[in-house]
């Protein structure tokens, strides 16, 4: 069994100084290669993203990915990501997401000009607080996280308390059809604070967009609470 940094300091569940001291000895003991050309010290390699196609949009408005989700090195980086503690997978998706969103609000500018003046808040797809407690962490957030810290798109702030999970639901993955995952997900999102969210541009983040069926709950219940505008955007389709 392949066994990572990310996964050793998950298992035993460390402080945040302990898992920090635990991932510079494991580092040492299981150096990173990059998952799709096996180049040293990185898990994913500028070079693969730069030559990886980008995903075509999902079939549904105003969502939209950045890579194809059966590229074998995009898989594999979000199974790292999602499972593994993948910081060092989000820090290497953080330029390019940050690119893709940058160009995505300057096309919104041109039908939306009021968001560019009052700015856009970033809100992740929320865990259940199970699922939050079992992980340890929220592949969604640590996305947000480095896409703020690349200080590409100005004026954009993040919020985890937009957007809450009422209730934990069966895992989307193993849910092979669409109407599966509807009725799955239908409801289980709650908007704690409307006044905070009302008429304000919302970008709601993922790592991954599969039916629609997570992403759109997530938009059609930030819109019911009074949002002016709300797109959904993903690393991977």
């Known amino acids: 069994t392949e066994i990572s940094h990310g996964t050793i300091c998950t298992m035993l569940s460390l402080p945040p100084w302990g898992a920090t001291f635990l991932e510079k000895i494991s580092l040492l003991l299981f150096p990173e ?24 949009d999902p079939p549904h408005k105003d969502l939209y990915s950045l890579f194809p989700y ?19 997978i989000a820090a290497a998706f953080g330029p390019v997401l940050a690119d893709f969103l940058l160009e995505l609000l300057a096309e919104e500018a041109l039908f939306h000009p009021a968001a560019q003046r009052e700015g856009w808040l ?25 896409l703020l810290d690349q200080g590409t798109v100005k004026g954009l702030l993040m919020d985890e308390s937009l957007l809450s999970k009422r209730q934990n639901t069966i895992s989307q ?64 389709h």
């Open 122 to 146: 970033l809100v992740p797809v929320p865990l259940s607080q199970e699922r939050l407690r079992t992980r340890g962490y929220n592949q969604a957030v640590l996305l947000g996280q480095v």
């Open 33 to 56: 290669s990059c998952l799709g050309c096996g180049i040293k010290d990185t898990l994913l390699c500028t070079r693969c993203l730069a030559h990886t196609p980008k995903a075509e």
């Open 173 to 236: 993955v193993s849910k092979k059809d669409r109407k599966g995952r509807m009725a799955n997900i239908n409801g289980t999102f709650v908007v704690p604070k409307p006044q905070m969210v009302y008429k304000r541009h919302i970008v709601v983040l993922d790592d991954v967009i599969t039916t629609g069926a997570t992403m759109k709950e997530a938009l059609r219940v930030l819109k019911s609470a009074g949002a002016k505008r709300v797109i959904g955007l993903s690393v991977a």
């Open 70 to 88: 059966q590229d074998t090195r995009i898989k594999a980086a979000i199974q790292q990501l999602k499972y593994r503690n993948g910081k060092r």
